[in-house]
């Protein structure tokens, strides 16, 4: 034999995730490529002296987990020890919160600020008991009077600060929020610390931009993270000159730079596609073209390691603060609305039509960020007209978050062959919350997989970390249930979706997503070792057991990145 295998996987369940879904028991990996699938007879001939031989015992062999939809610079630096953790479960209410805050003022240097990440008033006890309580400065300013603090949420549409951030910052009564954005106030007009949307860049533009280091540090514990989940590859969804002012600069150019430095070093333990971000929210369709233009066409010397795919833009909010933009009115009324530059309706649609149709011309893949009802046609019908203008075979344009698509945006996206980026782990987490802004029917509803999938709209799957923790298997375990993280209800049951389908949306779809599923994505010769070991039968596993199946092995490109099984 002249080339043996440098690994043999044996006795266990090999799922391709090929057209069929075909099962196999074995599986043999050469140089980085996959070279053999099949039975132990299939693989035999392979091993030779040097040859890693895994008997599976049992376990499930499946391809690396392609998470379509990942912040990972930003989620570095949203987790401890970069910064305080106010998730759930880590805290449930605002005394909660506030008393983080206070143990971190007594260790950090008088006047340094105070970042925390993941707060959800679905999940404080007193924004549950009591919907008008909203977190305040007021909570902030007494365990905190002399240190600046600033607390994202979950979200990242919102940002919590006390008053020696706005005193800071230079924000009170008078100060009027860009487009897009908002300065909440009480009763008697003064900020409450709540920023939403495009206010929060007032925060972001006061506070120093991450260093070089703390971008790479940030960006190496999210690779460890991610190794350790079986996940080896993500997209990295808005890097560029509209990030610049987004959580210190994580989305912002020079994260692009040190994604570059640590590919250089071979530090890059899973392959990352990037959309570019040209502009932020509530930009006009003029700037939107000028910042396009600048940005020219950046290349990367292994683009199957690092790979630029297209642009990103910003079409409106989200739910929980209201400003996705919807056909019919949220509970206690208004409709949000799109969050491009403009003064109506129609300038705004307008707007968002000539940035798509201008990046679609330009030959770009285009990810665009909307979530509700109406903002979703408006971007699909979008799609749609740019492709009639100007032609282009394949395109593979698609939607993020896609909350609330509707039966009109799948025919548009499917007719194209256009796609949807859905979020099951943020289904998991806000399904019990949303019904207070939608009404049980919509929030039942939102990320509808069932329809999509049967629509014939190619459907990829993301964790929008650090939004939510990148666990791939909460997502397909939410995806077959649909049950909420709160309370365990269920959560629109018409919309569940099978085990091999959910698995589709975090590989081969994903990998279609990024235009390598002829080279990534499922386990078939020829193809990149890119794997993920799962200890048990996951084809017999209960849906609610899969998230605690533990991933034992991941491998990318061949090169073992996560091992216990020698632990």
Same mark, same amino acid.
């Given at each position: ?8 996987? #044996? ?12 099962? !196999? ?53 949203? %987790?401890?020890? #970069? ?56 909570? #902030? ?121 640590? #590919? ?32 020219? %066409? ?87 007209? !740019? ?26 996206? !499917? !007719? ?152």
């Amino acid at each position: 034999m002249d080339t043996y295998a440098d690994l043999v996987f #044996l006795g266990g369940r090999v799922l391709t995730v090929d057209a069929e879904f075909s099962v !196999a028991s074995a599986l043999a990996v050469t140089g980085g490529t996959i070279s053999a699938v099949g039975g132990r007879d299939d693989v035999a001939p392979l091993i030779g002296p040097g040859t890693r031989v895994v008997d599976l015992r049992g376990a499930t062999l499946l391809p690396g987990i392609n998470d379509s939809h990942l912040h990972g610079c930003a989620f570095g630096m949203a %987790t401890p020890p #970069l910064s305080l953790d106010l998730g759930h479960p880590t805290v449930s209410s605002l005394a909660d919160v506030t008393e983080a805050v206070r143990q971190a003022a007594g260790r950090v240097p008088g006047g340094r600020w105070i970042t925390g990440h993941g707060w959800d008033t679905g999940y404080l006890d007193e924004c549950v008991s009591d919907p008008s309580r909203q977190p305040s400065r007021h909570d #902030l300013d007494a365990v905190s009077p002399d240190h600046p603090v600033v607390l994202y949420s979950f979200s990242g549409h919102a940002t919590w600060v006390n008053s020696k951030a706005l005193e800071l910052i230079g924000i009170d009564r008078h100060t009027v929020a860009p487009p897009g954005g908002a300065v909440v106030v009480d009763a008697a007009g003064e900020p409450t610390g709540l920023l939403h949307e495009g206010a929060q860049a007032l925060v972001q533009n006061a506070l120093p931009p991450l260093s070089r280091q703390e971008r790479t540090d940030a960006i190496r514990s999210t690779l460890a993270t991610l190794a350790r989940l079986g996940v080896t590859s993500y997209t990295e969804p808005g890097l560029g000159p509209g990030g610049d002012g987004i959580m210190r600069g994580a989305l912002g150019t020079q994260t692009l730079d040190v994604y570059r430095r640590l #590919l250089a070093d071979g530090e890059l333990t899973a392959r990352v596609g990037v959309l570019l971000l040209p502009t932020g929210m509530a930009s006009t369709a003029e700037e939107f073209a000028r910042a396009l233009t600048a940005l020219g %066409t950046p290349g990367d010397a292994d683009p199957r390691r690092l790979a630029i795919h297209g642009v990103k833009i910003f079409a409106d909010g989200v739910v929980p603060n209201k400003t996705a933009w919807m056909h019919e009115p949220y509970v206690g009324g208004g409709c949000g609305s799109l969050c491009v530059g403009g003064e109506s309706d129609a300038e705004r649609i307008a707007g968002i039509q000539a940035m798509i149709r201008h990046a679609h011309a330009a030959g770009h893949q285009l990810g665009v960020h909307v979530t509700g009802d109406r903002a979703i046609d408006t971007v699909t019908d979008a799609f749609a007209a !740019a492709a009639a203008e100007h032609p282009r075979p394949d395109a593979r344009h698609y939607v993020i978050h896609g909350d609330f698509l509707t039966a009109h945006s799948m025919k548009v996206l !499917a !007719a194209h062959g256009f796609g949807v980026n859905m979020n099951p782990t943020i289904k998991w987490t806000v399904a019990d919350m949303e019904e207070e802004f939608v009404g049980a029917e919509r929030a039942a509803y939102a990320w509808p997989y069932r329809a999509a999938l049967d629509a014939g709209v190619r459907v990829a799957s993301g964790s929008d970390a650090p939004v939510t923790f990148p666990d791939w298997r909460q997502g397909v375990a939410t995806m077959m249930l649909r049950e909420s993280k709160a309370a365990g209800r269920v959560s629109g049951p018409e919309q569940r979706i099978g085990l091999a389908e959910a698995l589709r949306t975090y590989t081969i779809d994903a990998a279609w997503q990024d235009f390598a599923d002829d080279w990534k994505g499922s386990l078939e010769p020829g193809k990149v070792a890119d794997l993920c070991v799962l200890d048990g039968d996951l084809l017999t596993a209960g849906p609610h057991d899969i998230p605690r199946m533990p991933v034992a092995l991941t491998v990318m490109d061949g090169r073992i990145v996560h091992d216990t099984l020698r632990d």
